[in-house]
């Protein structure tokens, strides 16, 4: 392989991880909005398609792996413009990196944030079936119910000893 071809397919390597970031950051940017919407249907899509990203991010990674080794100081380019546009390309590669992993981070909040809520309400529903369970067995009994909000029934108060 040629030192120009080399060159080259650093060049294209990078363009291609700039564009897989760019769509993972899009991807990223809807994902937030489908969490905050909660619909999960269209985020389990998402999420695939998430996926089929990332692991063109992992292959473009590990091609890109022998050129960490060179020394980029060393590594002649056609021309200015070329290593300039490289250059370019792996700083928006680093920023769009950075943010994506911020966006990730912030999903895994909201979401577990509405992981704690939901769990919150089917404590609150479970109780309050217990309690509409205990209702329903009291009156197979033939026992009036006692409203929460009242003490027992003035008939069974012992009047006499002040009670």
């Given at each position: ?39 999960a ?38 021309t ?56 329903g ?11 929460l909000?009242?003490g ?12």
């Amino acid at each position: 392989m040629t030192t120009a071809a080399t060159t080259e397919q650093l060049a294209e390597l990078l363009r291609q991880k700039r564009q897989v970031l760019t769509q993972l950051h899009q991807i990223g940017v809807r994902q937030g909005e489908l969490v905050g919407g909660g619909d999960a249907t269209l985020l389990l899509k998402l999420l695939g398609a998430k996926q089929t990203l990332l692991t063109a991010l992992q292959q473009t990674e590990r091609a890109l792996a022998p050129f960490r080794e060179q020394d980029p100081d060393a590594r002649p380019w056609p021309t200015a413009e070329h290593r300039a546009a490289a250059a370019a390309d792996a700083a928006e590669c680093a920023r769009l990196l950075d943010a994506v992993v911020q966006m990730e981070r912030t999903h895994e909040q909201a979401i577990a944030a509405q992981r704690d809520q939901v769990a919150r309400q089917l404590r609150t529903a479970h109780s309050a079936h217990q309690a509409a369970g205990a209702y329903g067995r009291q009156a197979r009994r033939g026992a009036a119910p006692v409203p929460l909000d009242q003490g027992p029934p003035a008939e069974s108060i012992d009047l006499s000893t002040g009670s």
